[in-house]
């Protein structure tokens, strides 16, 4: 017996497709982790402090004892107390921070009545802070006022506290422009770049390569 003929105009359609089940979503899932966010940066003037408001006095002359190995590294002269980026309380001298006959009651006092606010261990941000750009705006005024070598003894004093900052290295490679010496200029222009060596035109970096390609053309 002959066989039943399909249909003209007939074609096999599609297989359709297995719907994707719970356990295969939790599986992709599973499969591909998202990446944990990288932590941020502990800037090296800062120490991270963590309170308990259960050992006060011990605590502080933990952070007493870290501020005092930090600030042999450079010249600070104030401490800064942040909480999640906001200034707790007016800058505070290093030397009542740091003081050898113990932790005294100027700046404990003030700080005490903020641990109390917490309602349990708190990390702060304790930053260590200098008068860099102090000397670097005064540098600044020197030289709108034409006296170049006291601009360069200010942008100094700025070097001596903050060698890391490549605003003050910007600065002094201008007043040795201004002097005529080109060699010194190229040199602090370098270090500025070096330090910013992404910044675009308008930016600390961008400036000190313009002005670096002025001085080799």
């Excluded at 942040?82 to 050898?100: C, E, S, T, Y």
């Excluded at 708190?122 to 670097?136: F, G, M, P, Q, Y």
């Amino acid at each position: 017996m002959a066989s039943a003929k399909k249909p003209l105009g007939h074609k096999k359609g599609p297989t359709p497709s297995k719907p994707e089940s719970k356990a295969d979503s939790k599986a992709d899932s599973k499969a591909a982790p998202k990446p944990e966010p990288k932590a941020d940066k502990v800037p090296a003037n800062t120490v991270p402090f963590e309170i308990d408001p259960k050992q006060v006095e011990a605590s502080l002359k933990k952070l007493r004892d870290k501020l005092s190995t930090l600030a042999k590294k450079g010249r600070y002269t104030k401490v800064r107390f942040k909480f999640r980026g906001k200034q707790l309380l007016p800058d505070i001298p290093l030397a009542a921070v740091v003081a050898v006959e113990g932790i005294t009651f100027y700046w404990t006092g003030l700080l005490r009545a903020l641990i109390f606010n917490f309602a349990g261990q708190t990390v702060l941000d304790v930053e260590l802070v200098n008068d860099s750009e102090k000397e670097l705006a005064q540098g600044k005024e020197r030289i709108l006022a034409g006296d170049v070598d006291e601009a360069l003894a200010h942008f100094r004093r700025a070097l001596d506290m903050d060698d890391e900052n490549p605003l003050v290295h910007l600065n002094v490679g201008i007043a040795y422009r201004l002097k005529g010496e080109p060699k010194q200029a190229l040199a602090a222009l370098e270090r500025a770049l070096a330090l910013d060596p992404n910044g675009p035109a308008g930016t600390v970096g961008g400036e000190a390569q313009r002005l670096i390609e002025k001085l080799k053309g």
